[in-house]
Every structure is written in C-alpha cells, then in structure tokens.
C-alpha cells in the first residue's frame, strides 16, 4: 500500500477543524481524569523527573503535595517526593492540559469538555487569576486557601451553572473572540468577558448564596485570563481528535514542562521529541529582567497547535503591547504560519485578513524543509518557586525536536 501523506494530513487536519468542544461540566479531577489516581501528579509538558524539574515546576508540585493533605509542611512535602512516593506523569497522558507549571491532583476540580462530534473528552483544572498561584509555583497558605475556595464554592457553583445552562459551545466562543480581539492563547480579555456573560445568567438562578455568588463573578469579571483554561482543554479536545492518523505528519500537541520542550505527531503514537526549552523573548514587568526567567513552561501551547495563540495573532493587534512589537509584527507572524500549515481553518478567520482562516495543522515536514519554526505568545514566569509572572514574549520550539520526529517518520514508514 502506498503511503498518501497529504491525505493522511487532510484527514487529520479534518478531525481537528470539525471537532466541536462543549464545556459539559465541572468535576472532581480522580473521577473523571482516565489514570489518575492518589500518589500521582499531573504536570505540563512532556515527562520530567524531579530532579530535572525547573524551580516553577516544583513550587507547584510541593503546592499540590500540601493541598492533597499528603504531607503537613514544606520540607516533609520534599522528603516525600524525593522518596519517590509521588509519581509524575505528563497531563497529555491523561487528556488534560494546564498552564504553566500545569500541575492537576486528584482532588482538584476540573472542566470537563466533550468533542461531541468525535466522542473523546479534553480536561484543565481552573485558572487562578493574577499574583502569587500555584501555577508558577507558589505555596503559601493564602494560596492554598483561594485553590480550596475554588475547587469547593466556586467549582460547585459554576458545576450547577453549567448543569442548568446545557453546557458551553467553546468552539463558538472563539471564533467570537477572534472577531473580538483575542487571539486565544495570551490575549484572552474578550473571551474571558463572552465567557462571564454566558455562565451568569445561570450563576444567577441556581446561586442560593449572595455572597458567593457575588463572589464568583466578581472572580470572574477581575480575571482576563478565566476562559484561557477550558479554551486549552477545547484544544486539547480539538487536537486529540487528529491524533493516531496512520501516515500523518501533523502535529498534535506542543508542550512544555520548564526544562523541555516537546511535541508529539499525529502518525507516530504518543512518542515525544524533545530539547531544551528556550527562554522567551519579549516585555518584562517593573523591576524584572531576562536573567529572572524560566525556560518556557506550559500546556498552553496547545492552542498554536489548534491554530490559535500566535498563529492567529493578526486577529489580535494589540497583544503586541504585551508580548513587544509592532502591530504589523502581529499581522506577520500569522503570514508566516501559512507556511507550514497544512491548511486554513474554517471555523477560526481573521477580519484583517478578509475573513481567512487561521493556519492549521503544524506539518513537520514544512517546519524542516524551511527551517520555520511555529511561533508562540508565552508569559513568562520567574525561575524561582512563587514569584510569579515576571513579564510575556515570544518563543520557538527548538528546530531539532521536529528533525528528529521527521527522522522517526522515515524509519517507521520506510520513506526516502
């Protein structure tokens, strides 16, 4: 049998552009998260053991040790990982995605989106807001307390929203969003406010608490970046769906864990390729500079895998005053995505660009022949435990990472 990669890639691209993510529901992470299971954390990027983990990493891993009750303090939190009784394991492994540090436990409450046109379920745990979170490693009992608030009050009542509301159609959302401003992935600010004027109504009717319900949507309203977590898990959702088409030469998730980047290929299983992540470039805040950075650390690159996030940032012109650069930069760098991409996406378009849609479908092969890498918007975090966002950029994933899924490729389909 011949190998027909364009079709495969067709194929691929196909399943990822039709699939339609809705928010169904809120959930316990160890009830509905397939694997996970007590003893075990979720992390972003591909697999890493402690002692490669960057310092965001394990800020968030000694967080959600303490949140889990599995230790009382700090340093019996450390004894115990370093004893090897927690286990770690990459969030892509179970469904789900997470920003940053990207760190899910069992107990967390989590979205639970469903790909109702091809059956398979993507998951996020809920985003922190601003300041010192868990999310770029930090620990302090104030931190604790807000994630207990969130995964309790807050996940409870936005769970009996969703029940009652019928769930999210997280595919629309987008698109509105793009028209909006957004770009999905580091500009949120529409999608964030479509996301408060859907769930309030039904916030409204099934609150019998005041003050909690007043409470979650002021948490809401405040935070730019609320949307960002289920919009990743509609990624996921959306990407997955492309994932395992025999021949394919489509990427189907872009990850990273503070050390490593690494990406995962449609027809080649659930092998990462992986390098040292890069330390982004772009604007830092007050009082920060380039020697304060982490690596880049996140799942969130999964939305440029979809074809969103940088690949739609001609959608969203004034991320520049953020990420640096020139509006005409952002019209660009979505030109120069079309480079690589197998095609465009109907659903996702950009107003700038007459209404065409995003590049979608990262194909190794392109990225290799021209030497383009895909771009990124990225925040960027301290590369000490607990500080926090320290400014937000640009970055590439390391060309070799895509050599080397181009060289597994050839060996196992036997191509020139």
Known sequence: MTLDIERANQTAVERMTSARPMLTGIAVARDVIPGLRDGLLLHAGPPIAWEKMSGPLRGAVIGAVLLEGWADDEDSARVLVEKGEVAFEPCH????????????????????????????FAFSNLNEGYGKVLRYGAYAPEVLDKLRWMNGEMANLLGAALDVSGGLDLKTLLAEALHMGDEGHNRNKAGSLLFLKL???????????????EKVLAFLGDNALSVLNPVMAACKAMADAAHGIEGSTVVTAMARNGTDFGIRVSGLGDQWFTDLAQTPDGLYFSGFSAADANPDIGDSTITETAGIGAFAMAAAPAIVSFVSGTPKDALNATLEMYEIAVAEHPSFTIPPLDFRGTPVGIDIRKVVELGLTPRVNTGIAHKD????????????????????????????YDVA
């Open 199 to 213: 769930l309030a109504p039904a916030i409204a009717r099934v609150a019998t608490d005041r003050k909690a319900e």
């Open 385 to 412: 435990a607990g500080v926090g966002q320290v400014g937000a950029g640009l970055v590439r994933p390391p060309i070799g990472i895509f050599e080397q899924a181009l060289v597994a490729f050839a060996e196992r």
């Open 93 to 120: 492994h179970h469904g789900a995605v997470g920003p940053m540090a990207g760190v899910t436990s069992p107990s967390m409450a989590v979205y639970v989106v469903e790909n109702t046109a091809h059956g398979n």
